[in-house]
């Protein structure tokens, strides 16, 4: 397996001047869409689809399986992004003083506790999955995710390929408005079936501890 980091549209990198910046990718635009910066010509939609494609053409024929780094735990906007400008205040994990919850470390956390938020996270995995051949998910700060949704994902592939694995970093980056008791960490990978986590433990015994 390859792990690709986030190639997903991302927003720090212009894709008109892609080696001015360079970002790894962990800040969210479009979910469903490749990230042009990666593509010969990013003003032409199709040219960033076909390429995407073709890359996992010829891992697959290399017999090379790819997994994507998704992360649907927060979006790079808060009040100006696209699902709060869709519909105010539902797709975000509020503070009770109205401001939103940042347990990603990067200003906000979608709510995949509601339902039509689990359901995009459901159907974009789907989609990557199908549309583009991807044979594993890599979920960003899966300790922000509700177990429940991460149930659904794992159900959703199975009907697709119950060979794609899925595996996600046990935590999160803050304190979260979820309930520590739903939330998907390492503690409460026994409640989920075929869905890995990450060791950081394991990571900073061999190597140190990852701010040292």
Excluded at 6 to 13: K, N
Aim: aromatic fraction near 12%.
């Amino acid at each position: 397996h390859l792990h690709l980091l986030p190639v997903f549209d991302y927003i720090s990198v212009d894709e008109a001047q892609p080696d001015a910046g360079y970002n790894w990718g962990y800040d969210p635009l479009h979910y469903n869409v490749p990230e042009g910066s990666y593509a010969t010509n990013p003003f032409q939609g199709e040219v960033r689809i076909k390429e995407f494609k073709e890359m996992v053409q010829r891992l697959h024929q290399a017999g090379i399986r790819v997994v994507m780094d998704v992360v649907y735990n927060h979006t790079a906007r808060s009040m100006d992004s696209n699902f709060n400008q869709l519909v105010p205040g539902y797709y975000y994990r509020l503070l009770p003083s109205g401001h939103f919850s940042n347990g990603s470390g990067c200003g906000n956390e979608l709510a995949d506790e509601r339902s039509m938020v689990r359901k995009f996270i459901v159907d974009s995995v789907t989609y990557w999955a199908t549309e583009y051949k991807i044979d594993g998910f890599r979920f960003d700060l899966m300790g922000l995710h509700h177990v429940d949704t991460m149930k659904a994902v794992r159900k959703a592939l199975d009907k697709i390929d119950p060979s794609i694995i899925i595996y996600g970093e046990g935590w999160a980056a803050g304190d979260s408005t979820l309930p520590w008791s739903v939330r998907a960490v390492k503690d409460h990978i026994p409640q989920l079936k075929r869905i890995a986590a990450f060791s950081d433990d394991m990571r900073d015994a061999v190597k140190g501890h990852v701010f040292h």
